[in-house]
Structure formats: C-alpha cells, structure tokens
T-cell receptor, first 113, second 117 residues
Framework: EAGVTQFPSHSVIEKGQTVTLRCDPISGHDNLYWYRRVMGKEIKFLLHFVKESKQDESGMPNNRFLAERTGGTYSTLKVQPAELEDSGVYFC???????????FGQGTRLTVV | AQKITQTQPGMFVQEKEAVTLDCTYDTSDPSYGLFWYKQPSSGEMIFLIYQGSYDQQNATEGRYSLNFQKARKSANLVISASQLGDSAMYFCAMREGGDNQGGKLIFGQGTELSVKP
C-alpha cells in the first residue's frame, strides 16, 4: 500500500509568486489534513477534508491560501501571492476515519525569498 | 484551550541507554488521544505510539512505551535501548475526542534527540 505522497518535496519561489502543493492520500482514506510548520515553531493545523468537503478550515491563515480536493482524491494547496512568512514545511496527512491513526507525507519545504 | 507542551528542545542519550521525552497536555475534553511521531532528517513524520484517554494500561510498541499519567496530564515517551537510528525530532500530539470532532492534531514544539555512540 502506497503511503501519503506530497509533491514537490522542495519549492523555492519569489515573494508575490504562486505555488501549488499537492498531496495524494492513501487510497480509501476519506480524511485528509494539511498542517504547516514554520521555522522554529510547532506544527499547526490548517484544514481538514472529508472526501471532497472542507470539514474544518479554521487553521487557514488568510485568504491567500486555497485548498481543494476535487473528487475526494488528491488535494492541492495553493498560496497566491506568496509572502516571506509562508516559508515552512507543509505536511499532508490522511486517515480512514477521523478517530484513526493519521499517516503523514514527507512534507513540502517551501521557501519564499 | 487545548495545548501540548514539550519542555526539552534537545536531548542527548548514550547508545543502548533508555531515554524519556517529556510531554504535558491541557484539555477540558474527557475523551482524547495522545500520539508520538518521529521526524528523522529525511523529513517524513512516522507514527510511533498512541494512548487513548480511557485506556487503562500504558501503550507499548516495541522499544517505545508511553508513560501516561492522567492526573498529571503527562504522556512521556520512553525509548528503551536507544539506537543511533533513533536520532530525530520527536513530536507529541493530541487529538480531542468525541464523534463530532474532526480528528485534527495539536502538536508540541518537538524534542530533538541525539543518540551518541
């Protein structure tokens, strides 16, 4: 069984540009989560999908962040326009149920210069 | 408000010795779960161990055990017989329970463990 896959593993972009991160959850996992770790700080929840629906987006920092999960399979997280403070590692996790173990991807390291 | 605290930014341990990584939590929800994840230098988050708030016994998974002290709201991770490959960042996390909860995790700041040969 393939694990959670995130693409790209690294991204360096200039301030003001757009970046799209992708997450492929484990097949059959309805729950998909996005988290972010800004340098030196704890990992913070961004949002939660159940299939294609946003269950909880209370952690999204502002309207420059847009997450989608069309068809309830893979998810994308777009940052537009990117700012310096968006730099960090973005993790995706999936689980079969909301009470089950969450499996994480390897993360995308985003650097905004 | 729910919170996870890891007070040890960095820890050193000699190979083959045991080490305890501290974690305290704060929640008003009687139903919750506690997790430990390992993040090696390669970046992925690896699930290690889980403890439910109603579990009567401390969780164990191989060399990992969770010292769950509910009254003190602590969930320390004990790694026995440390190996060089245990060197990594370790995160404690909590999920508040209840069927209407979404399952999001709240993380501590992490502890960087270094195992010395």
């Amino acid at each position: 069984e393939a694990g959670v896959t995130q693409f790209p593993s690294h991204s360096v972009i200039e301030k003001g540009q757009t970046v799209t991160l992708r997450c492929d959850p484990i097949s059959g996992h309805d729950n998909l989560y996005w988290y972010r770790r800004v340098m030196g700080k704890e990992i913070k929840f961004l949002l939660h999908f159940v299939k294609e629906s946003k269950q909880d987006e209370s952690g999204m920092p502002n309207n420059r962040f847009l997450a989608e999960r069309t068809g309830g399979t893979y998810s994308t997280l777009k940052v537009q326009p990117a700012e310096l403070e968006d730099s960090g590692v973005y993790f995706c996790a999936s689980s079969r149920t909301s009470r089950g173990e969450a499996f994480f991807g390897q993360g995308t390291r985003l650097t905004v210069v | 408000a729910q919170k996870i605290t890891q007070t040890q930014p960095g820890m050193f341990v000699q190979e083959k010795e045991a080490v305890t990584l501290d974690c305290t939590y704060d929640t008003s929800d009687p139903s919750y779960g506690l997790f430990w994840y390992k993040q090696p230098s390669s970046g992925e988050m690896i699930f290690l161990i889980y403890q439910g708030s109603y579990d009567q016994q401390n969780a164990t998974e191989g060399r990992y055990s969770l010292n769950f002290q509910k009254a003190r709201k602590s969930a320390n991770l004990v790694i026995s017989a440390s190996q060089l490959g245990d060197s990594a960042m370790y995160f404690c996390a909590m999920r508040e329970g209840g069927d209407n909860q979404g399952g999001k995790l709240i993380f501590g700041q992490g502890t960087e463990l270094s195992v010395k040969p």
